[in-house]
Antibody, heavy 123, light 108 residues
Framework: QITLKESGPALLKPTQTLTLTCTFS??????????VGWIRQPPGKALEWLAL???????RYSPSLQSRLTITKDTSENQVVLTMSNMDPVDTGTYYC???????????????WGQGTMVTVSS | EFVLTQSPGTLSLSPGERATLSCRAS???????LAWYQQKPGQAPRLLIY???ARATGIPDRFSGSGSGTDFTLTISRLEPEDFAVYYC?????????FGQGTKVEIK
């Protein structure tokens, strides 16, 4: 069974750096084609893709947030970590990690999602 | 960047009715890389359709996807009570990946 779970602080102050951890099981980030991505959702708003890291260290970022984002993987711990610097109240929302397998049949769609973690940025 | 525009913003229908949701892309999207997700309040999105028309594991056959190029459609043939939710389209063939703004299917 594949599962992903996000963890991190629930509350941050403006200008602080957010560090989120996605801990997964049921698959390995050393397997060809496997990737883990991060997606966020402000309250009552749409999904926004943030970043993605693949088994081969291919990394992609949202251009609008690239300067603030860093995604890394720890294959021994089955974790993917996302950091976002200089947090602002507009960054408030639920942050999800999700599995993306770059192989047939889904060819990279976000197949399995974590439950999400709510992050509030407020002074 | 690929912009996905979903319409309508809200669809008010009764159980048993047919729902037709639209997703229009600002540039041509390979059909292999267009997905639809369902999201219920307080829950994570769930993959319904990938490759524009393939149902994900466990998705009932009342859900179908179609389209190509810049115009894609999600159809729910007969709405069940559990289908009232928000639906998002997503293109993942080009970076950056993008999502549509969502269509809410509500009970009339």
């Amino acid at each position: 069974q594949i599962t992903l779970k996000e963890s991190g602080p629930a509350l941050l102050k403006p200008t602080q750096t957010l560090t989120l951890t996605c801990t997964f099981s049921g698959f390995s980030l050393t397997t060809s084609g496997v990737g883990v991505g991060w997606i966020r959702q402000p309250p009552g708003k749409a999904l926004e893709w943030l970043a993605l890291i693949y088994w081969n260290d291919d990394i992609r970022y949202s251009p609008s947030l690239q300067s603030r984002l860093t995604i890394t993987k720890d294959t021994s711990e089955n974790q993917v970590v996302l950091t976002m610097s200089n947090m602002d109240p507009v960054d408030t929302g639920t942050y999800y990690c999700a599995l993306a397998i770059k192989a047939a049949p889904v060819l990279g769609a976000f197949d399995i999602w974590g439950q999400g973690t709510m992050v509030t940025v407020s002074s | 960047e690929f912009v996905l525009t979903q319409s309508p913003g809200t669809l008010s229908l009764s159980p048993g009715e047919r729902a037709t949701l639209s997703c229009r892309a600002s540039q041509s999207v390979s059909s292999s890389y267009l997905a639809w997700y369902q999201q219920k309040p307080g829950q994570a999105p769930r993959l319904l359709i990938y490759g524009a028309s393939a149902r994900a594991t466990g998705i009932p056959d009342r859900f179908s996807g179609s389209g190509s190029g810049t115009d894609f459609t999600l159809t729910i043939s007969r709405l069940e009570p559990e289908d009232f939710a928000v639906y998002y389209c997503h293109q993942y063939g080009n970076s950056p990946r993008t999502f549509g703004q969502g269509t809410k299917v509500e009970i009339k």
